[in-house]
């Protein structure tokens, strides 16, 4: 089940929960680190930041250059022998003695590395909320044993700037072009997964609150993300899917802030 404290971070609610930071300095890459901090600012605050990696190593050279820079503490792992990882034994270790201490309300794992995935089943056994970061060829296994997962390619210098132009491009009217990169294949839009999953989180009347929605759309695919097609936010998609959907802002009890609903097309 999804924490309600997480569900209230996809639409950019204050930030509440305590997370462990740990990332594998083997399977991810430190030009994402900037938008990496700031993507998990966004659920909560990062109170503990390790990295962990052999950094005599020539491949870690690139993660050095910014570890004083965001506050992230090395773990040094040698490699007792070729072959295997020491370093994936040492972060779940580490995970596990931080998980007893009681202090945190979640983890964030930063790896394309289908090995933790035991590790994220643990946790979340344990009631703790569990974010995934890692590459689009992150294997399914560990995507869905998150709460919630993240793509990093959204995560580089110059995604946000892209991602600019697009919305730009739906607020003047013109059809949002998705960007990706010569090599990968267009996704399909998913609409009807997302009709089916709003189906099931609508009411009596077929309106559904739109965290509502994001929250049945995380429990069925934690790697679903908006911007895979062009869209920043889930409302920003559905908002612009008029062939999909109906949207309606309403007031919320007892507040001046609005919350937006929606429902199927007829």
Known sequence: MVSPRLVAKIEAEEPTLRLAVLIDADNA?????????AEIARFGEAT????????????????????????????QQFAYTTGKNATDSTLIIDAMDLLYTRKFDGFCLITSDSDFTGLAMRL?????????????KTPDAFRNACHKFVFTEFLRPGAATQQI??????????KPIEHHPPSETKPIFPAKFLLAA??????????????????????????????LYGFKKLSDLVKAKTDLFITEE?????????????RAKQ
């Open 165 to 174: 132009i697009l919305e730009k491009k739906v607020e003047n009217g013109h």
């Open 48 to 75: 503990v930041k390790r990295i962990y990696g052999d950094f005599t190593a020539p491949t870690s050279a690139s993660w050095k250059k910014v570890l004083q820079q965001y506050a992230i503490k090395p773990i």
């Open 198 to 227: 709003l189906e099931q989180s609508s009411d009596d009347a077929g309106w559904a609150q739109l965290g509502t929605f994001g929250s049945y759309l995380t429990k069925l695919q934690p790697d679903f993300d908006s911007r």
């Open 250 to 262: 309403r007031p919320a009890p007892g507040s001046t802030l609005k919350v937006l609903y929606l």
């Open 29 to 37: 890459q430190a030009a994402v680190i900037e938008g990496l901090l």
């Open 124 to 136: 979340r056994e344990e009631g703790l909320t569990v974010l995934g970061f890692g590459e689009k």
